[in-house]
């Protein structure tokens, strides 16, 4: 009789591994990804740096990432003695589950919120809550219904992935008012850049008077550094130096300091990719309305979008065809959203391919 293995704790095989959008189509040349919300272009000056640090390879990075920090902080106006880098928000994800939850704790989060939330619930043994959504928004009334005496932290993200809702900052307010103050509340703002509303805060304003509030940002997004894994949380002091006792001590590589500083100081760059990706998303979500096609109301650089229920076209059947022209969507039935596709923002003329596809889907369909 064979003897047994390492077992794993309890509750860790109940995970179901986070899937990204697909990159790869089997037999395919020329493809156009639209899966992942990633940028179509990073910042020159940023590319050229990325060439430059090579030969630094050797050397450890810096583990506090300070002069990352100092531009994050003055980019921001913020106090750089708050700011957390991570290798991704997805790391800031769980090292705040690992610091503040446990088995008997719960994380609560919304409906259709990112996998990430519950996926790092779960591994560090805590129950993962899904609060009901209304209309495909963050429900606050729902959320703080589900506050239980277990309750270690709350994640919304505003905007919201894959819905791309937002939610009103009075809102936000009045979660956070709702919560006891042992609950920490993490504003998690990947997609901030594309939001084109003056009375929007990400969150630095909630942190700035709070004991409780954390915000999440990431350069995977706006400055197209997805493949780098750099992103940054801003939190009261008390949780700052907690994410700091937790993290590895070199948990940010060199080349992402270096490329993600270069990035954000290319606000010329920048603000012309927010700008771009602002009107193409509209554009994108006309052409759908004018097919009779319905979406969110969308503030990310992507749109979510489904088919009338009248017109018996599948998701399925869209998503098979567009891979036949060389087109990558997401398909988003993991996040409970099995009638719904969403399609990132590219550039123009992915855009327009994407477009012309669908219309001939709808044809093909007749």
């Known amino acids: 009789m064979s003897t047994p293995g390492p077992e794993p704790r309890p509750g860790i095989m109940d995970i179901a591994p986070y899937k990204g959008g697909q990159s790869q189509i089997e037999g395919g040349n020329?493809?156009?990804?639209?899966?992942?919300?990633?940028?179509?272009?990073?910042?020159?000056?940023?590319?050229?740096?990325?060439?430059?640090?090579?030969?630094?390879?050797?050397?450890?990075?810096?583990?506090?990432?300070?002069?990352?920090?100092?531009?994050?902080?003055?980019?921001?106006?913020?106090?750089?003695?708050?700011?957390?880098?991570?290798?991704?928000?997805?790391?800031?994800?769980?090292?705040?589950?690992?610091?503040?939850?446990?088995?008997?704790?719960?994380?609560?989060?919304?409906?259709?919120?990112?996998?990430?939330?519950?996926?790092?619930?779960?591994?560090?043994?805590?129950?993962?809550?899904?609060?009901?959504?209304?209309?495909?928004?963050?429900?606050?009334?729902?959320?703080?219904?589900?506050?239980?005496?277990?309750?270690?932290?709350?994640?919304?993200?505003?905007?919201?992935?894959?819905?791309?809702t937002l939610i009103a900052q009075s809102e936000v307010e009045r979660l956070w008012q709702g919560l006891p103050k042992s609950v920490i509340l993490v504003l998690d703002a990947a997609y901030a850049e594309f939001v084109d509303d003056d009375d929007y805060d990400p969150g630095q304003g909630l942190v700035e008077r709070s004991v409780n509030v954390v915000m999440l940002r990431t350069f995977s997004k706006i400055y197209g550094l997805g493949g780098l894994r750099l992103g940054w949380g801003y939190a009261p002091p008390a949780i700052t130096d907690v994410l700091n006792r937790v993290r590895g001590p070199f948990n940010v590589s060199s080349t992402a300091q270096a490329v993600g500083l270069a990035a954000l100081l290319d606000t010329d760059f920048t603000e012309q990719e927010r700008r771009r990706t602002i009107e193409l998303r509209q554009w994108t979500t006309q052409q759908l309305h004018d097919l009779g096609i319905t979406t969110t109301q969308s503030v990310g650089n992507f749109v979510l979008m489904r088919f009338p229920k009248s017109s018996n076209r599948t998701v399925i059947e869209c998503d098979a065809f567009l891979k036949s022209q060389g087109i990558i969507i997401r398909l988003v039935a993991g996040y409970g959203l099995a009638d719904w596709l969403r399609v990132s923002i590219g550039t123009n003329e992915e855009m327009q391919a994407f477009i012309n596809s669908i219309k001939d889907f709808l044809a093909k369909a007749d």
């Open 30 to 164: 020329r493809i156009i990804k639209l899966s992942s919300n990633e940028a179509p272009s990073l910042s020159p000056k940023a590319a050229a740096v990325s060439q430059a640090v090579s030969a630094s390879h050797n050397r450890y990075p810096d583990g506090e990432a300070t002069a990352l920090r100092e531009a994050l902080a003055l980019h921001n106006t913020i106090d750089m003695e708050r700011i957390v880098c991570g290798a991704g928000s997805d790391e800031l994800i769980s090292l705040l589950c690992n610091a503040y939850a446990g088995p008997g704790d719960e994380v609560l989060y919304t409906e259709h919120g990112f996998l990430m939330y519950a996926i790092s619930a779960k591994a560090v043994g805590a129950t993962p809550v899904a609060a009901p959504e209304k209309d495909l928004h963050t429900d606050v009334d729902a959320l703080l219904a589900c506050v239980s005496e277990h309750t270690k932290l709350v994640f919304i993200a505003n905007p919201n992935n894959p819905t791309g």
